[in-house]
T-cell receptor, first 114, second 114 residues
Framework: NAGVTQTPKFQVLKTGQSMTLQCAQD?????MYWYRQDPGMGLRLIYY???????DKGEVPNGYNVSRLNKREFSLRLESAAPSQTSVYFC?????????????FGEGSRLTVL | AQSVAQPEDQVNVAEGNPLTVKCTYS??????LFWYVQYPNRGLQFLLK??????LVKGSYGFEAEFNKSQTSFHLKKPSALVSDSALYFC????????????FGSGTQLTVLP
């Protein structure tokens, strides 16, 4: 039972490079999320997709774009990476629309921007 | 606006003793409240939630939390700590009357000493 799968697990970029983080869930969930985790700041929501075909900005969307490719997959793209985007990124999914239920998290993608 | 505070960055407790991890929140209406746990190099895992009903909520691994509306608190508790409970704990809140998604606290590192 894979749950939420993120790739890659680790990535080092130079300032200005671009990359895409991939996320897939096999639980038939409607809602998917991208968070970043920084020391002492908890998790902050970057973007979310309440259902297939929709995406919305979260708390810290600047510098990121997302694509809800289908019900299973939700990707996060950094067009021009900056050192401030060094972080651990988590994808999550939920079977309920309005956060009444459990979020299922992937194991994270650790990104370093030099 | 919704917010959540975890006033302690670090909590140490001896194995077998009761543990408490504190959380206070601020929302304009009745909150949805959650606790998640993160083990090293892993994603977050759901522990328990309060949506409505009984103020004492029981969750996974013997944890429980008490919703106190007058003190706007949702402290996580366990009667007898285990070394394996050592992890990073996050409280999260959502105001169901707003369009905002879940807001996470900054996390509390729990260390259970043998």
């Amino acid at each position: 039972n894979a749950g939420v799968t993120q790739t890659p697990k680790f990535q080092v970029l130079k300032t200005g490079q671009s990359m895409t983080l991939q996320c897939a869930q096999d639980m038939n969930h409607n809602s998917m999320y991208w968070y970043r985790q920084d020391p002492g700041m908890g998790l902050r929501l970057i973007y979310y997709s309440a259902s297939e075909g929709t995406t919305d900005k979260g708390e810290v969307p600047n510098g990121y774009n997302v694509s809800r490719l289908n019900k299973r997959e939700f990707s996060l793209r950094l067009e021009s990476a900056a050192p401030s985007q060094t972080s651990v990124y988590f994808c999550a999914s939920s079977g309920t629309r309005w956060n009444t239920g459990e979020l299922f998290f992937g194991e994270g993608s650790r990104l370093t921007v030099l | 606006a919704q917010s959540v505070a975890q006033p302690e960055d670090q909590v140490n407790v001896a194995e077998g003793n009761p543990l408490t991890v504190k959380c206070t929140y601020s929302v304009s209406g009745n909150p949805y409240l959650f606790w998640y746990v993160q083990y090293p190099n892993r994603g977050l895992q759901f522990l328990l939630k309060y949506i409505t009903g009984d103020n004492l909520v029981k969750g996974s691994y013997g944890f429980e939390a008490e919703f106190n509306k007058s003190q706007t608190s949702f402290h996580l508790k366990k009667p007898s700590a285990l070394v394996s409970d050592s992890a990073l704990y996050f409280c999260a809140v959502r105001d169901p009357g707003s369009a905002r998604q879940l807001t996470f606290g900054s996390g509390t590192q729990l260390t259970v000493l043998p």
